[in-house]
């Protein structure tokens, strides 16, 4: 549907003399591009009939996802932005004249501030929570979300998207469903288009009403996460270990990634250390001991240099170096105590057993003395039992 709304003016005096009128017949059109909203004006009356003179418009307007203004500066009588339609549309807009009458200066008018609260309809509480995006591998992008707090029986959500070279907006291509309901949508490739406003409402329906429209702008370039870097080697040359890996699949181009990587020494001791924004596909580090063993693994995300975001991948496999002197010594230890396990073994059936002899039963004063079960052959513990006086 498309919705216009005329604009009732707050008037801010900025300029004394001459005195510029301000922009006339201000109106806001929503084409239903789920908050890409088109500003439109006239010139004023007073000017119009005006020569050799520069007429120029400045239009502000509230960035509600930035939290900020933004100012343009425009001869046109139109202008599009987007908005954020759960919040209310702030525009302020006035004339700047440039002329022989102003003494080649610029003389500003007074500045009109249009202010449009949507209207917010739906089952209270009903609006979507935890949506967020990401755009595996460049390959295609899931978006999910949680339902709010309150659903009410036998709902169901739909998602709709528009991005600048869409005609209109479209229904998701398909959607993602659980075992409660529709949780997310997946978008493939084709479907997506990067460095630009990428806009999403979801809404729902049920038995007892609509449910909360939620509106969302993204740049989907921003939103990339990697797949995991794979074929991941480690060798040892000249005293010092190499690691060499392979950028991930997928569409991401090899100069936009940025990779991570973290080493984990064992012995002694573990200890980690982690080296953020390599360019290259090859890292090498001295290795401090020969008796250490060094384990590393990798991840990647997109690059400053294309985006403004993104989401590390998940690690790689860990990769450990193999110590051949420590392998070697083991081995050797380990042949020297299996062949001292054999010789005990076969030595052992011609070892005698103690033999206790009448002496080792008998006290200081030559008395027998009765063995009990406890005390065994050398044994120095347990009760001494002496024969009557």
């Excluded at 890409?36 to 007429?55: I, K, M």
Aim: aromatic share 12%; hydrophobic share 30%; proline share 6%.
């Amino acid at each position: 549907c498309i919705s216009m709304w005329r604009a009732v003016n707050i008037v801010h005096t900025q300029c004394s003399f001459p005195t510029v009128d301000p922009p006339a017949n201000i109106e806001i059109t929503d084409p239903g591009f789920l908050g890409y909203l088109s500003v439109h004006w006239t010139q004023p009356a007073s000017l119009q009939n005006l020569t050799g003179c520069t007429v120029r418009y400045q239009l502000r307007y509230y960035d509600t996802y930035e939290e900020r203004w933004r100012s343009v500066r425009t001869v046109k009588l139109t202008y599009a932005a987007q908005f954020d339609l759960e919040k209310p549309v702030k525009v302020r807009i006035l004339t700047v004249l440039k002329c022989a009458c102003t003494n080649g200066t610029e003389v500003q008018g007074e500045e009109n501030e249009w202010v449009y609260t949507p209207e917010t309809t739906g089952v209270a509480g009903s609006r979507i929570r935890d949506f967020h995006c990401v755009y595996y591998g460049k390959e295609y992008m899931e978006c999910t979300w949680e339902s709010g707090p309150v659903q009410p029986p036998n709902s169901q959500h739909y998602l709709y998207y528009w991005h600048r070279e869409m005609d209109e907006t479209k229904e998701c291509p398909e959607y993602i469903i659980l075992s409660e309901g529709r949780r997310g949508c997946r978008f493939p490739r084709e479907s997506l288009l990067e460095f630009s406003k990428f806009n999403l409402c979801v809404n729902g329906s049920s038995p007892a009403g609509s449910l909360k429209m939620a509106y969302f702008s993204i740049e989907v370039q921003n939103h990339v996460k990697p797949t995991v870097v794979s074929s991941v080697h480690v060798s040892e040359i000249d005293g010092e270990l190499k690691l060499d890996w392979s950028p991930p699949s997928g569409q991401v181009p090899e100069h936009c990634l940025e990779y991570e990587v973290e080493s984990s020494l064992f012995f002694p001791f573990q200890e980690k250390m982690v080296l953020q924004n390599l360019e290259d596909t090859s890292y090498g580090v001295p290795r401090e001991a020969e008796s250490q063993k060094t384990c590393f693994r990798i991840r990647s995300k997109v690059n400053m240099y294309c985006a403004d975001g993104g989401f590390w991948s998940d690690w790689s496999q860990t990769k450990c170096t193999v110590n051949t002197n420590f392998q070697l010594k083991f081995s050797l230890n380990s042949v020297c105590a299996i062949k001292s396990t054999i010789s005990l073994v076969i030595k052992c059936p011609q070892v005698s057993k103690p033999k206790v002899t009448a002496a080792r039963n008998q006290n200081s004063n030559g008395d027998r003395m009765e063995k009990k079960p406890w005390e065994k052959p050398g044994s120095v513990g347990g009760p001494v039992l002496r024969n009557g006086p």
